[in-house]
């Protein structure tokens, strides 16, 4: 369905920020004054974007490290906005795929997990660098 909508040449979108708005799948963010009036995606009736929001809906249960991001963000803001970042992200790789003529190579849940562990961990010691203090790892 998406390559129906779509077709194979990518030249039509310069980059992949310009495809996913296209698709309607990207913070549509109104600001007036220095104020967020809104960030909801624009109503579309685009059938590639329908793909895309079906197929994140549909890694609820992946052991995959898409199934995991799905997981993770909903845990943390519910599924519908779940829905709509898995599928900016699914539409971002399939336009790289395409593009680059490249195949997708899934590195599994448990890699996804021990990078968001690595990143959360690097964060947590530049802020607490910043306020003067040091982490230190529990032994047991």
Not at 16 to 33: E, R
Not at 73 to 82: C, D, N, S, V
Request: with cysteine; proline share 3%; charged share 20%.
């Amino acid at each position: 369905m998406v390559l129906t909508e779509t077709g194979v040449d990518m030249n039509k979108w310069p980059t992949c920020k310009h495809f996913t708005s296209w698709l309607s799948l990207c913070p549509n963010n109104k600001i007036s004054g220095g104020k967020i009036l809104s960030t909801q995606t624009k109503k579309t009736t685009n059938r590639a974007a329908y793909a895309f929001r079906l197929a994140a809906r549909s890694l609820y249960h992946s052991k995959s490290a898409l199934g995991a991001y799905y997981r993770r963000i909903q845990a943390k803001h519910g599924p519908q906005l779940a829905i709509k970042a898995t599928a900016h992200k699914l539409a971002r790789i399939v336009y790289t795929m395409i593009k680059n003529n490249t195949e997708y190579q899934d590195l599994g849940e448990l890699y996804y997990e021990q990078q968001y562990q690595e990143r959360t961990l690097r964060r947590l010691q530049r802020k607490a660098t910043e306020f003067g203090f040091q982490l230190v790892p529990l032994t047991s």
